[in-house]
DNA sequence: GCTGATTTGTATCAATTGTTACAATTTGCA
DNA sequence: TGCAAATTGTAACAATTGATACAAATCAGC
């Protein structure tokens, strides 16, 4: 059975639809569909298998008061599920998920999966580069989050931005997805930026900004 | 060469000293000594090899103001440096790693590692458990961020110790521990668990906490 | 160029948290 | 037991941010 959708996966770029073929045909692995709304997989269930979005759509959700549940995320072919923590110690997916759709998913056991790792060196460095890019991505977010106020926040961002170095910056996002990236409202975010071109600290212009007291900037976000 | 303080690393666990000596011997794997005070690694510098830290002490810092650093963690033996951005596309030192005291590290280039990795089952499986708990540990911790009253975060910690489910759980930490944890100050979580016993949520007893209110409780964790 | 949608700027008031300081209580250890 | 250190409780005020609402500016597509 051919996967033509895999090659743009995450874990098995790189390779042929013949050679997935090959690699899965000496596992156990299996196709399964699941009608729109039936549940996938329960929040805390343990995981025994790595799932792949083939086609269709699943979501991740949080249940929180009785019966009312909170949507994480949607999860769409060709990405996989749960897949930064299969190797975990006593491995639970973090989230309940349910089917968007009518959703078809491959499954693979994990020690299958880790064979195949071992056999392949692309596959394990495609899992490799995966879940490090993951890690790397959510300790970059989590430090952001110690930076406590919106001034320090901001003032880290465009600090990062290339151009910094050079004083003027693009920023590459609306307003909105920074407040959210922030985790603060969006009127907040206008009201910290403003500040600080009045304070001197910046020159703001749509979106370009010039540093103009760089000194200033990177006390915003000592400490 | 044997390195028995391997035996308790994350990374090395399960092997015994002479297969681990047998492992290494096959790589191009070196021992180096930095005398106290060494720049070992410089933040956005690129990642060429595993570095473990085999005695002393070493640190990360990150520069902040010309000239100041800011001290990020300690490193101490048999832990490794940045192994969770190790594999990662482009992979750099987040921060500047300094000696603290004579320190000796153990280096294995990446792609060695890699391969010593194929080679043992056992291997590969410690360092997919290391960086699956540590991505689990890194959302975790964000997921936290996401509750942004003090009284949310504590209600959620509260409700996911052992025993919340029987309403009595005992407050593995102190309070300034967990101030730190929740990225507030002390008089302010101090306050917060104050007036949540005072709404009749909560009754508190030193380290143990009645959970009295438990609809109350998840009211205050929610969206 | 026009127009509707998106993005941004701004204001007001309430709620939350930080800061600082000090007292009370508990804990660890001699 | 007694004492010093650590932990916790509490208070007053300042600073920051959230919530909400609306106007101005900009953008995208026709």
Do not use: W
Not at 80 to 102: C, E, H, K, Q
């Amino acid at each position: 059975m051919r996967f033509p959708v895999l090659n743009d996966s995450t874990l098995f770029r790189g390779l042929s639809e013949a050679e997935i073929e090959n690699l899965l045909e000496g596992t156990g692995y299996r196709v399964r569909f699941f009608p729109s709304g039936t549940m996938i997989a329960l929040a805390g269930e343990e995981i025994h298998s790595l799932m792949i979005v083939l086609s269709g759509s699943v979501r991740g959700e949080m249940s929180a008061l009785a019966g009312r549940t909170i949507k994480i995320e949607d999860i769409n072919p060709p990405q996989a599920l749960a897949s930064a923590v299969l190797f975990g110690s006593g491995a639970r997916y973090p989230v309940t998920v349910v089917a968007n759709i009518d959703s078809e998913l491959l499954i693979i056991n994990k020690e299958d999966y880790l064979t195949l790792m071992i056999g392949d060196r692309r596959l394990l460095s495609n899992y490799l580069t995966f879940i490090c890019n993951k890690a790397q991505f959510l300790s970059g977010r989590l430090r952001f989050h110690s930076f406590h106020t919106i001034k320090g926040k901001f003032a880290h961002y465009i600090s990062a931005l290339p151009g910094a170095a050079m004083g003027r910056v693009i920023i590459d996002r609306t307003q909105q997805e920074l407040a959210e990236y922030f985790g603060v409202t969006r009127p907040s975010l206008a009201r910290a930026i403003g500040e600080m071109e009045h304070d001197g600290l910046i020159a703001v212009d749509r979106r370009e900004v010039r540093l103009k007291d760089m000194k200033g900037l990177s006390r915003l976000y000592e400490v």
